[in-house]
């Protein structure tokens, strides 16, 4: 995404399993007798890559230098100039928050910025329901009645935190249109899902026989 390896293609996986291609490659006899050799250029990284401080490979941190911190912003605004994770890195604030809509320059987000943001949020808080009631079930399952007892809370904590008006205008289509493409079942799992919990106003959720889900 940023741009900062340019020789080849692929990921970070296939890079290393090039590197000893790369080596010879480099390497070329011009010689047989003399044995002396030419190095070859081939870039692998962005030529304006900072420097590794010293000992990286002992011990090193996620803290940036300036010069780090600005060669990945350049990098970013370079390769994904819309993006909001450009934006925030062009901010001067250093905000800290759990979910990215709870960021408290939300309001400043680009405008397609805010609407994922908002897919994001409904999407995780409707899912998380699903999530819980998959362990309650398990724990059903394995007739454990500490773990029946945690998930019943957390299931009863989900029902009554709910935003019953906001998921009800939640537009599912506009939400695939947003995300990657996703498979058939993945979708009909969350289609379904959504539509359950709109039914389920009277929060009766763990109380339902819950063969079908």
Same mark, same amino acid.
């Given at each position: 995404?940023?741009g900062a390896f340019v020789s080849l293609a692929g990921s970070i996986d296939s890079y290393f399993s090039t590197i000893p291609?790369? =080596?010879?490659?480099?390497?070329?006899? =011009?010689?047989?007798?003399?044995?002396?050799?030419?190095?070859?250029?081939? %870039?692998?990284?962005?030529?304006? !890559?900072?420097?590794?401080?010293?000992?990286?490979?002992?011990?090193?941190?996620?803290?940036?230098?300036?010069?780090?911190?600005?060669?990945?912003?350049?990098?970013?605004?370079?390769?994904?100039?819309? $993006?909001?994770?450009? *934006?925030?890195? &062009?901010? %001067?604030? %250093? $905000?800290?928050? %759990?979910?990215? *809509?709870?960021?408290?320059?939300?309001?400043?987000?680009?405008?397609?910025? &805010?609407?994922?943001?908002?897919?994001?949020?409904?999407?995780?808080?409707?899912?998380?329901?699903?999530? !819980?009631?998959?362990?309650? @079930? !398990?724990?059903?399952?394995?007739?454990?009645?500490?773990?029946?007892?945690?998930?019943?809370?957390?299931?009863?904590? *989900?029902?009554? @935190?709910? @935003?019953?008006?906001?998921?009800?205008?939640?537009?599912?289509?506009?939400?695939?249109? $947003?995300?990657?493409?996703?498979?058939?079942?993945? &979708?009909?799992?969350?289609?379904? *899902?959504?539509? !359950?919990? &709109?039914?389920?106003?009277?929060?009766?959720?763990? @109380?339902?026989?819950?063969?079908?889900?």
């Open positions: 995404m940023l291609t790369l =080596r010879h490659r480099r390497l070329r006899t =011009r010689d047989a007798d003399e044995r002396s050799t030419e190095w070859l250029g081939f %870039n692998t990284w962005h030529p304006g !890559l900072p420097a590794p401080p010293h000992h990286w490979l002992v011990s090193t941190t996620f803290t940036l230098t300036p010069d780090e911190a600005q060669f990945i912003r350049d990098r970013l605004v370079a390769e994904a100039p819309d $993006a909001l994770l450009t *934006w925030l890195a &062009r901010q %001067n604030d %250093n $905000a800290r928050c %759990n979910y990215i *809509w709870e960021h408290p320059s939300l309001a400043e987000f680009p405008k397609q910025s &805010r609407q994922l943001v908002a897919h994001a949020e409904m999407f995780s808080n409707v899912i998380h329901g699903a999530s !819980l009631l998959y362990n309650l @079930q !398990l724990a059903e399952l394995r007739e454990r009645p500490d773990w029946i007892e945690t998930y019943r809370l957390l299931m009863d904590e *989900w029902v009554s @935190q709910r @935003q019953f008006a906001a998921l009800d205008v939640w537009d599912l289509e506009d939400f695939w249109a $947003a995300v990657k493409p996703i498979g058939p079942p993945l &979708r009909r799992f969350v289609q379904d *899902w959504v539509e !359950l919990v &709109r039914q389920d106003l009277g929060g009766s959720l763990t @109380q339902r026989e819950h063969g079908a889900l």
